[in-house]
């Protein structure tokens, strides 16, 4: 996780169908979930800001070649 931060920890409750919920568990041993959350959220935070920024230079491109 990203412990280098000294950011605030906070819990939040996921809800997710027992199925997942059990491989989760077996997947993810007790102090890792967290990790996996926090680094799958900040990969899709970044993907989007990529899809972000590539939508805008494509906008301003095409503008441009007017």
Do not use: C
């Not at 996780?1 to 000294?6: A, G």
């Not at 997942?20 to 993810?28: G, K, M, N, P, T």
């Not at 890792?32 to 920024?53: A, D, G, P, Y």
């Amino acid at each position: 996780m990203l412990k280098k931060n000294k950011e605030k920890i906070e819990r939040i409750i996921i809800k997710l169908p027992k199925s997942v919920a059990d491989y989760f568990r077996l997947a993810f041993p007790h102090g890792k979930r967290s990790e996996f959350v926090t680094q799958s959220i900040l990969q899709h935070k970044h993907e989007k800001l990529i899809k972000k920024m590539e939508e805008d230079l494509r906008k301003v491109g095409a503008t441009r070649q007017k």
